[in-house]
């Protein structure tokens, strides 16, 4: 689809305007500069036609150090990808020296240019907007992107010049992936390695990735959508504001993927928050798979990694079952065989089993180990069935749904793992009250 980078200097209201194109808050905004550093894609349209829309940092040509001057190389490759470019002002601050950079890079890319004057509101915003002209980039289109006043306007004009492109079939993700961790353990650039190029910004800055980052990976038939995530931190140490919506946008991130690649420092092991980080993903029900990153730092013998991931399965029994591998994404060390791992435990997460199957293991799982008494009276289980996946999910039919321990349904659950596996995932045991004759019938 035609490709439309929305580029400008630091907060003029290029994430609001984003947020408002594609009718949803999919760019974090935040009144402060450089909340958006990556680019950031959306499939928006407009009067039938359809393209995909890109938020970027704050492009500053005169920036000659720190996060900014990643953040413009990130806002430069963008500009190169585009269609069409929508370069946004401010009204309010008028013309600076910034925008007049910025203009004299748009006019060498030969692209056309929409200029946005945001944050124009009342009567007076023509007249306002109007000192945009001399950046000799044509029209001007005042509009207020909180408020959605001028959009559609500028939309209308930027359809017209927006080129013809032959629409491919839509794709599905066949896996969608979420790259979970900490700040700093080395999400982004895992990212980078899998795609061998500069996609996603990466700084040894702590909570460089605010948004979520969407990558398309090809391989084979296969396709893989991954989700680069901000670090998810303690509870205490989240702030209200920008780093509190990453969090948010993280959670929900996990909540759209089917597995997740939890990102542990090799170096340090796993801590508690490394813990309550998978505790979040089993909650959600979707497939985990550890990676012990920057493994080539580490200091290590042939026992090294048995003893960490005994370790770590001792720490994560609630998830002891997730596969364990050791990785660099600095050096490429075993990152292909992340494609293979998630590809076991995004199969394992979308099994089936037949009824017969099922009522099979839970019954001899009875026979075997009796179940407790309640007020002196046996718990009968009738039959049992699938009724879900991604997380499997059972149905269990009892004369005490209610009254079942825990103790007893974790016993369950590790003999179905015992008999099927379920590597990697979580399942989840519903129970129902059912009838006896259900068992009678065979159903």
């Known amino acids: 689809m035609p490709v439309v980078a929305i580029v400008g200097r630091p907060n003029v209201g290029k994430s609001t305007l984003f947020n408002r194109i594609l009718g949803r808050r999919q760019a974090i905004v935040e009144d402060e500069p450089g909340v958006t550093r990556d680019r950031n894609y959306g499939a928006a349209s407009w009067a039938g036609r359809e393209f995909t829309l890109v938020d970027t940092g704050g492009l500053d040509p005169l920036a000659e150090e720190g996060l900014f001057t990643l953040t413009r190389q990130q806002a430069l490759v963008a500009v190169q990808e585009a269609d069409v470019i929508l370069f946004v002002v401010d009204t309010r601050s008028g013309l600076t020296a910034t925008d007049d950079e910025v203009a004299r890079l748009l006019r060498r890319t030969d692209k056309p240019v929409v200029v946005i004057a945001n944050k124009s509101e009342g009567q007076s915003r023509e007249l306002e907007s109007s000192q945009f002209y001399s950046l000799g980039l044509g029209e001007v289109f005042p509009v207020s992107a909180l408020h959605g006043t001028g959009v559609a306007e500028a939309l209308e004009h930027l359809v017209e010049v927006l080129p013809e492109k032959e629409l491919p079939a839509e794709e599905s993700h066949d896996i969608r992936v979420a790259v979970v961790g900490r700040p700093n353990t080395g999400k982004s650039t895992?990212?980078?390695?899998?795609?061998?190029?500069?996609?996603?910004?990466?700084?040894?800055?702590?909570?460089?990735?605010?948004?979520?980052?969407?990558?398309?990976?090809?391989?084979?038939?296969?396709?893989?959508?991954f989700v680069d995530t901000a670090g998810v931190r303690r509870k205490a140490r989240v702030s209200k504001g920008l780093e509190h919506y990453s969090v948010l946008r993280a959670l929900s991130a996990v909540e759209r993927c089917q597995v997740c690649l939890l990102l542990v420092e090799g170096q340090q092991g796993m801590v508690d928050q490394d813990l309550r980080i998978a505790g979040l993903v089993e909650e959600r029900g979707r497939g985990l798979v550890l990676c012990l990153n920057k493994w080539d730092l580490v200091e290590k013998d042939h026992r090294t990694f048995d003893a960490m991931a005994r370790e770590i399965r001792e720490k994560m029994f609630f998830f002891a079952h997730a596969p364990i591998i050791s990785i660099s994404a600095l050096t490429g060390l075993r990152v292909e065989r992340i494609f293979e791992v998630v590809e076991d435990v995004y199969r394992e997460t979308g099994r089936q089993l037949t009824t017969r199957q099922v009522n099979e293991v839970v019954l001899k799982a009875v026979e075997r180990f009796q179940p407790h008494l309640v007020r002196g009276r046996r718990l009968k289980f009738y039959y049992a069935t699938q009724v879900g996946v991604h997380p499997p999910t059972f149905v269990i039919f009892t004369n005490r749904p209610g009254e079942?321990?825990?103790?007893?349904?974790?016993?369950?659950?590790?003999?179905?793992?015992?008999?099927?596996g379920f590597v990697g995932t979580p399942i989840r045991l519903r129970f129902k009250r059912g009838r006896e004759d259900r068992k009678k019938s065979g159903r």
């Open 190 to 225: 895992l990212i980078n390695r899998i795609l061998g190029e500069e996609r996603v910004l990466v700084s040894e800055v702590p909570g460089t990735t605010a948004d979520t980052v969407d990558t398309l990976v090809v391989r084979g038939e296969r396709r893989y959508l």
């Open 404 to 420: 079942i321990k825990d103790s007893y349904i974790r016993y369950l659950e590790r003999t179905m793992r015992e008999e099927f």
